[in-house]
């Protein structure tokens, strides 16, 4: 039980990286702010950071981890280019941004919650990532 918990919670921790990632990378050309940019690429880092440590774990268990849902990426990617389309602006980026990391924070404490059972090196990964989503929600906040 204890393995099955742990793979399923890399997998969700995974994918949560995976969305963070390409999220930032659909806004991150847009940015006029230095400040806003700065921001967003260091939060792109330690994402990186952490999808190479579940990368690793999910590697020991034998696993290839976890795409994000397509549905989920095209939905993204069109909320995305409609908002910017209609307003290409720091502002638009920052909400955006927010939405979605309100979004990882919900997704990465149910997943927590029903996988219980995980070892605690994947409970961590996953408490990280919610931080990472948390702050970069508290730092963009004056963009908004």
Known sequence: MIEQDTIKLLRECDAGVKMGVASIDDV???VH??????YLTECKKKHEKLKDEIQALLEKYHDDGKEPPPIAKGMSWIK?????GMNNSDQTIADLMTD?????VKSL???LNQYEAADEVSKDIAKR????????????RKFL
């Open 100 to 104: 979605g990391c309100n979004m990882g």
């Open 129 to 140: 990532l919610i931080n990472l989503e948390e702050q970069l929600a508290v730092d963009i």
């Open 28 to 30: 991150l050309d847009q």
């Open 109 to 111: 404490n149910k997943y």
């Open 33 to 38: 702010s230095g400040a806003l940019k700065q």
């Open 80 to 84: 995305t280019s409609m908002k910017m």
